[in-house]
T-cell receptor, first 113, second 116 residues
Framework: DGGITQSPKYLFRKEGQNVTLSCEQN?????MYWYRQDPGQGLRLIYY???????QKGDIAEGYSVSREKKESFPLTVTSAQKNPTAFYLC????????????FGDGTRLSIL | QQQVKQSPQSLIVQKGGISIINCAYE??????FPWYQQFPGKGPALLIA?????SEKKEGRFTISFNKSAKQFSLHIMDSQPGDSATYFC???????????????FGQGTILTVHP
């Protein structure tokens, strides 16, 4: 079945540590996105990528980094510079970035140890 | 101007009733308005979407009503069922002709509880 796979489902970060969240899609979608979800808030865009080797900052990119070396993969690194990383992180993809439906993975919940 | 305001924050409906969630936006360049349904511990799933050239779209028990002049759109869930209990998000995006790259701007979400 086609879809988006995020791993791990739960992740714990120690102080000063960088952690990487995985996102893989087999939908052959060009565009991929990372969102952060906090309780009682909507989803906020961290980074997005239209094509391989290209990505753009979203609304809350500080303390995060991404790469897009393959069409299927869009990993997100939460760096030690992100002082409030505890959240639910969601990866999404769409056929293109032209206002098409975005399909989401089931998220990674990141907590601080 | 990029905000999408959603109300109410929470909604309790009896089984068989109608659930109504409202959203308002400011940016008239938005031209795609999806609604997402999210269950606990899961990612949002696209429920239904509309473009501004129509005033209403219906899919099963779910209907989007769109008022372009008022810059408002709403989700109606007819014959609400306990299985509809979830968080619902409205969103908006604009065509990627500019620099928006189809980014979705989400509302804050509505927690719907349908009592049996």
């Amino acid at each position: 079945d086609g879809g988006i796979t995020q791993s791990p489902k739960y992740l714990f970060r120690k102080e000063g540590q960088n952690v990487t969240l995985s996102c893989e899609q087999n939908l052959n979608h060009d565009a991929m996105y990372w969102y952060r979800q906090d309780p009682g808030q909507g989803l906020r865009l961290i980074y997005y990528s239209q094509i391989v080797n290209d990505f753009q900052k979203g609304d809350i990119a500080e303390g995060y980094s991404v790469s897009r070396e393959k069409k299927e993969s869009f990993p997100l690194t939460v760096t030690s510079a992100q002082k409030n990383p505890t959240a639910f992180y969601l990866c999404a993809s769409s056929i293109s970035t032209q206002g098409m439906a975005q399909h989401f993975g089931d998220g990674t919940r990141l907590s601080i140890l | 101007q990029q905000q999408v305001k959603q109300s109410p924050q929470s909604l309790i409906v009896q089984k068989g009733g109608i659930s109504i969630i409202n959203c308002a936006y400011e940016n008239t360049a938005f031209d795609y308005f999806p609604w997402y349904q999210q269950f606990p511990g899961k990612g949002p799933a696209l429920l239904i979407a509309i473009r501004p050239d129509v005033s209403e779209k219906k899919e099963g028990r779910f209907t989007i009503s769109f008022n372009k002049s008022a810059k408002q759109f709403s989700l109606h869930i007819m014959d609400s069922q306990p299985g509809d209990s979830a968080t619902y998000f409205c969103a908006a995006s604009m065509d990627a002709g500019g620099t928006s790259y189809g980014k979705l701007t989400f509302g804050q979400g509505t927690i719907l509880t349908v009592h049996p």
